[in-house]
C-alpha cells in the first residue's frame, strides 16, 4: 500500500498494515434437538450446555399421554460427551398474543404483546397502553436593546444581556425598517459575534431569538433535562403542532438538534404565545393472573433512547416485540395508540397426543437462521402415534433440511421394533441422501430409567450425536465415529450376529452391537447415499467436506469486494493452503506429503478476463481425504517346508 504524503509534513510515520490471519475451523459438533417439551418457547431454537440448562427451560420427564423421546435424546447427548445444542419446541399449543396498533390516520402494527407461555391462561392477561412524558419546557426567548452592530458584531447593554445568548442561537436584530438574521458564533463581554457579516448598521432597536423558521433544526429550549437523541418532542404554539426526533442534545448550550428541519413558523417575541416543547413517550400496563400488575413507563420506540421499549420492559408474563414486517408510520404517530385494559387472545392449551409432521417440520424450519447447528436429531420421529408414511415425512424433511443448508448432517433413528430381515430395510429403503448427509442407526437402545427402577427403550440418535461431538472433540471430524462406545446404553432392543449385520451395513444401515468385554458399541459409519455413490458412502467424508466448506467460506470472507487481481489470488493460495496443511497434519487427508493430499489452483484458466469481468474470482480445491478401515483384511500365507527345528 502506497503511503500517502499529500498535506503531510516531512517526519516518520506509522502505517499499521493488517494482514487477514489464518483460517479457522468452523465447529462442528453443536448438535440440534426438535420435539415437544412440557414447557417453553414454542419453535425458538434455545442455546444449551448442558441438561440441567434443559430442565430449567423446558421441564423433565413426559410419560403421559405418550413418551417423549426428544429429553432422553438431549440428557443422551450430554451423557456421551456433547457440550453444546441447541433445542425447538414443538406443540399443538398457542400462545396468547395482543398486536398494538400506531396512531396514524391508517392504523398499522406497531408492537405485539405474546404470552410467554402457551394456553388458555394467557387469555386472562391484559395489555393498556397510555401516553407519558419524561420532560416539558419551552422554546427560550430572549430579546434586550442593542447598542450598535456592523459588520459580524453586535454590542448590548451589558455583558449580563449579551450573556442571555448562546452560541448556535439564530437572533433576530430589529431597528425601524431594518432586519436581520444571523447566528451567534461567540460571546465577548457585552459583544456578540455572528458567523456572517450583517446587511445592515444599527445604532440602537432590539436583538432577540429569532423566530424559530421552516427547515430550522436547532431550538434553543430553556431546559434540556429528559432530553437525549432519539426522543420525539411535540412543538406546539397556541393552533399549530407538530412533532420532531431529537439527533443531538447539547446540554452546555441548552438546545437540541431535530433530525428533520421543522414544518412550521414559530414567532418569539415576548408578546406571542409560548412554544411548548413536551417528550412523547408511552406507558405499557400489563396485568397477569400470576404474575400481578406490571408497570413498565416513559418507554421509547427509538433504538437510541436510553428508555427504548426493548431494553427496559422484562415482564414474567408477555414478550414485547416489534411487529414483523416492521411497517411503522413516522414518528410520532408510530407510538401504540392509548387504549383500556385489553385482553390478549388466541391462547390454546399443548396436547403433544395431536402433533403432526407439520409441527415437526416448522422446528426444523426454525433452525434455518441458526448457523451454528451441525448434527440434527428428531428422536419423535419415530414415537407416539406416528406410523412409518409418519416417520418417513420428517426425516426426508430432515434430509432436505441438511442437504439445503449444507453444514449440517442429519442422525436418523430406526422405528421402534424394526426386524433387520424387513422392517429397518424397508425404512432405509425410503430414504436416500445423494451427497450424503444423513446416516440411519440401528436398533433402539435400553438405558436406566430416569423415573424409577429397571430400564427403558428409546431411539439412539442423541446418544449417538453425543459421539459425533466427542469424537470431534478428542479425534477430528475426519475420524469416523464408530468402533465408539454408548457408555449410557444398558442393551439393545436386538442383538445383531456379524451374519446379520454385513447386509445392513451394505444397505448403509449404522449398526449398534454389543460385544463381549467391549461393551455396546457403534458399529457403522456409513451415510443413507445410493450404494453406487462411492464418493459420499462415509459419514466423517461427508462432515469433513462440510467442515472445510464451511471454514473456507467464512475464513476468505474478507476478499469480497478486494480488487481481483493477482495479490488477492496470492494470499488466498496461502491461506487455504496453509488450512489443507493443518488438516493433513492430523490425518484427515490422505498422502505422504501435503501436495499429495491436496491442490489448490488458482490462476487465470479458472479466471480469464471475462470471469473477471463478471466480478467472480473462481479457486479449485481438490482434497483427498481418509476414509474409515471399515475391513481390515490380514493375509495369511502358509508356506510348505522352511527350516527344521530340533531339540
Same mark, same amino acid.
Given at each position: 500500500m502506497t503511503f500517502v504524503a499529500t498535506n503531510k509534513a516531512p517526519g516518520v510515520y506509522i502505517d499499521e498494515i493488517?494482514?487477514?490471519?489464518?483460517?479457522?475451523?468452523?465447529?462442528?459438533?453443536?448438535?440440534?434437538?426438535?420435539?415437544?417439551?412440557?414447557?417453553?418457547?414454542?419453535?425458538?431454537?434455545?442455546?444449551?450446555?448442558?441438561?440441567?440448562?434443559?430442565?430449567?427451560?423446558?421441564?423433565?420427564?413426559?410419560?403421559?399421554?405418550?413418551?417423549?423421546?426428544?429429553?432422553?435424546?438431549?440428557?443422551?447427548f450430554f451423557d456421551e460427551g456433547g457440550s453444546t445444542c441447541y433445542f425447538v419446541r414443538v406443540g399443538t399449543g398457542a400462545q396468547a398474543s395482543l398486536t398494538l396498533n400506531d396512531r396514524a390516520t391508517t392504523p398499522r402494527p406497531v408492537l405485539v404483546v405474546t404470552a410467554l407461555q402457551e394456553g388458555t391462561g394467557g387469555n386472562s392477561i391484559t395489555v393498556q397502553v397510555d401516553d407519558a412524558s419524561i420532560a416539558s419546557t419551552k422554546a427560550t426567548r430572549q430579546q434586550v436593546n442593542l447598542t450598535s452592530a456592523s459588520g459580524t458584531q453586535a454590542t448590548v447593554g451589558s455583558p449580563a444581556d449579551a450573556a442571555k445568548f448562546n452560541p448556535g442561537d439564530w437572533v433576530l436584530l430589529e431597528q425601524g425598517a431594518n432586519t436581520d438574521r444571523a447566528t451567534v458564533s461567540s460571546i465577548s463581554g457585552a459583544n456578540l459575534n455572528f458567523t456572517t457579516s450583517l446587511s445592515h448598521t444599527y445604532n440602537g432597536g432590539d436583538i432577540r431569538i429569532a423566530d424559530l423558521m421552516p427547515g430550522q433544526r436547532r431550538i434553543r429550549l430553556d431546559a434540556v433535562t429528559g432530553i437525549e437523541p432519539g426522543t420525539y418532542l411535540s412543538i406546539t404554539q397556541g393552533g399549530t403542532t407538530e412533532t420532531g426526533v431529537v439527533k443531538a442534545v447539547d446540554s452546555v448550550n441548552t438546545s437540541v438538534t431535530l433530525t428533520a428541519g421543522l414544518a412550521n413558523l414559530? +414567532?418569539?417575541?415576548?408578546?406571542?404565545?409560548?412554544? #411548548? $416543547?413536551?417528550? %412523547?413517550?408511552?406507558?405499557?400496563?400489563?396485568? !397477569?393472573?400470576?404474575?400481578?400488575?406490571?408497570v413498565f413507563d416513559n418507554l421509547s420506540l427509538d433504538p437510541r433512547h436510553s428508555r427504548y421499549f426493548s431494553n427496559i420492559v422484562s415482564s414474567g408474563a408477555v414478550s414485547v416485540e416489534l411487529a414483523d414486517p416492521p411497517t411503522p408510520s413516522p414518528p410520532a404517530k408510530n407510538l401504540p395508540a392509548?387504549?383500556?385494559? +385489553?385482553?390478549?387472545?388466541?391462547?390454546?392449551?399443548? #396436547? $403433544?397426543?395431536? %402433533?403432526?409432521?407439520?409441527?415437526?417440520?416448522? !422446528?426444523?424450519?426454525?433452525?434455518?437462521?441458526?448457523?451454528?447447528?451441525?448434527?440434527?436429531?428428531?428422536?419423535?420421529?419415530?414415537g407416539g402415534s406416528f406410523n412409518a408414511a409418519a416417520t418417513q415425512d420428517i426425516q426426508s424433511y430432515m434430509v432436505a433440511h441438511c442437504e439445503k443448508a449444507a453444514n449440517r448432517f442429519a442422525v436418523l433413528d430406526p422405528r421402534q421394533g424394526?426386524?433387520?430381515?424387513?422392517?429397518?430395510?424397508?425404512?432405509?429403503?425410503?430414504?436416500?441422501?445423494?451427497?450424503?448427509?444423513?446416516?440411519?442407526?440401528?436398533?433402539?437402545?435400553?438405558?436406566?430409567?430416569?423415573l424409577g427402577s429397571g430400564r427403558i427403550l428409546v431411539p439412539p440418535s442423541g446418544h449417538v450425536a453425543?459421539?459425533?461431538?466427542?469424537?470431534?472433540?478428542?479425534?477430528?471430524?475426519?475420524?469416523?465415529?464408530?468402533?465408539?462406545?454408548?457408555?449410557?446404553?444398558?442393551?439393545?432392543?436386538?442383538?445383531?450376529?456379524?451374519?446379520?449385520?454385513?447386509p445392513l451395513n451394505e444397505r448403509g444401515i449404522d449398526v449398534i452391537r454389543s460385544f463381549p468385554g467391549q461393551g455396546i458399541r457403534v458399529w457403522?459409519?456409513?451415510?443413507?447415499?445410493?450404494?453406487?455413490?462411492?464418493?459420499?458412502?462415509?459419514?466423517?467424508?461427508?462432515?469433513?467436506?462440510?467442515?472445510?466448506?464451511?471454514?473456507?467460506?467464512?475464513?476468505?470472507?474478507?476478499?469480497?469486494?478486494?480488487?481481483?487481481n493477482l495479490t488477492l489470488w496470492q494470499t488466498i493460495k496461502r491461506l487455504v493452503t496453509d488450512f489443507l496443511t493443518r488438516i493433513w497434519a492430523e490425518g484427515g487427508l490422505f498422502g505422504a506429503s501435503p501436495d499429495k493430499a491436496f491442490s489448490v489452483r488458482v490462476d487465470e484458466t479458472l479466471n480469464p478476463p471475462e470471469i473477471r469481468a463478471l466480478g467472480q474470482l473462481v479457486i479449485e480445491v481438490t482434497i483427498y481425504p481418509t476414509t474409515p478401515a471399515e475391513f481390515v483384511v490380514f493375509r495369511i500365507i502358509q508356506e510348505p517346508g522352511g527350516p527344521s527345528v530340533q531339540e
Open positions: 493488517q494482514v487477514p490471519g489464518p483460517i479457522a475451523g468452523v465447529g462442528t459438533s453443536t448438535a440440534a434437538f426438535v420435539g415437544p417439551a412440557q414447557r417453553g418457547p414454542l419453535l425458538k431454537p434455545a442455546f444449551l450446555t448442558n441438561f440441567q440448562e434443559f430442565q430449567s427451560a423446558f421441564g423433565g420427564y413426559i410419560e403421559d399421554p405418550q413418551r417423549v423421546y426428544a429429553t432422553h435424546a438431549v440428557k443422551g414559530y +414567532t418569539m417575541k415576548n408578546a406571542d404565545p409560548a412554544v #411548548n $416543547i413536551k417528550t %412523547l413517550e408511552f406507558k405499557l400496563t400489563i396485568a !397477569g393472573p400470576t404474575t400481578g400488575t406490571e392509548v387504549q383500556g385494559a +385489553t385482553a390478549l387472545s388466541g391462547g390454546t392449551t399443548d #396436547n $403433544i397426543a395431536n %402433533l403432526q409432521t407439520t409441527d415437526y417440520h416448522k !422446528g426444523i424450519d426454525a433452525l434455518l437462521k441458526v448457523d451454528d447447528v451441525n448434527i440434527l436429531c428428531v428422536p419423535d420421529a419415530v424394526s426386524k433387520p430381515a424387513n422392517g429397518i430395510v424397508t425404512q432405509r429403503n425410503n430414504l436416500t441422501s445423494d451427497r450424503g448427509f444423513a446416516a440411519l442407526y440401528y436398533p433402539w437402545i435400553y438405558i436406566s430409567n430416569p453425543g459421539i459425533y461431538a466427542n469424537n470431534d472433540s478428542t479425534r477430528g471430524v475426519f475420524k469416523a465415529p464408530a468402533n465408539e462406545p454408548l457408555t449410557s446404553a444398558l442393551d439393545l432392543e436386538e442383538v445383531l450376529t456379524d451374519n446379520e449385520n454385513g457403522g459409519t456409513r451415510t443413507i447415499a445410493p450404494s453406487d455413490v462411492t464418493q459420499w458412502r462415509y459419514i466423517n467424508v461427508r462432515r469433513l467436506t462440510s467442515f472445510i466448506e464451511k471454514s473456507l467460506q467464512e475464513g476468505t470472507r474478507f476478499a469480497v469486494f478486494e480488487p481481483n
